[in-house]
C-alpha cells in the first residue's frame, strides 16, 4: 500500500502466445532515491496461477525509481517442456535450443510518493509491451 511519503507497486503477467497469466515467473523488486543513486534489491516474489504477484516488497520512503526484473527464461522453457509433452508431434513454434529469445525482461520507470503504480506485462516468447495499469 502507498502512503503520503512512499508509492508502491504490483504487477501481472499475461502469456499472449496462449492467452494465459504466467504462473511461476520469479519477480526481484529495486528501488533507488534520484536517478544517479545506487539500486537497492528489496527482494521479490514469483507469480501466482493468476499470474499476479501479490506480496512485493514496500518501496522505502524517498524512491523516485523503481525496477521489476522478470526472470522469464524458465517460464519460456517450462512453458516449451509442458507444450512437447502434450504434442509430441508437432513442429516447435521457437527456435530450437536457442532459450528465450529474451531471457529476462528489465523495467525501470519513475514514482512519485502517495502514488499506487501496476505495471502489468504482455509476453510472448519473441517481445513483450508494459503500460502503467490501474
Not at 33 to 47: F, N
Not at 124 to 132: K, L, T
Amino acid at each position: 500500500m502507498s502512503t503520503r511519503t512512499t508509492a508502491s507497486v504490483s504487477t501481472h503477467i499475461l502469456d499472449t502466445s496462449i492467452g494465459r497469466p504466467a504462473e511461476g515467473v520469479a519477480v526481484e523488486l529495486a528501488a533507488r532515491a534520484g536517478r544517479d543513486a545506487a539500486w537497492q534489491p528489496l527482494g521479490g516474489s514469483a507469480t501466482d496461477a493468476d499470474g499476479r504477484c501479490k506480496d512485493l516488497p514496500a518501496l522505502p520512503e524517498g524512491a523516485t525509481h523503481v525496477r521489476l526484473d522478470f526472470a522469464v527464461e524458465p517460464y519460456f522453457e517450462e512453458s516449451a517442456k509442458k507444450q512437447a509433452d502434450a504434442q509430441q508431434d508437432a513442429p516447435a513454434n521457437r527456435d530450437s535450443g536457442a532459450g528465450a529469445f529474451f531471457p529476462e525482461v528489465a523495467i525501470t520507470f519513475a514514482v512519485v510518493p502517495g502514488e499506487h503504480y501496476h505495471v502489468p506485462l504482455l509476453l510472448n516468447p519473441f517481445g513483450y509491451s508494459v503500460y502503467r495499469g490501474s
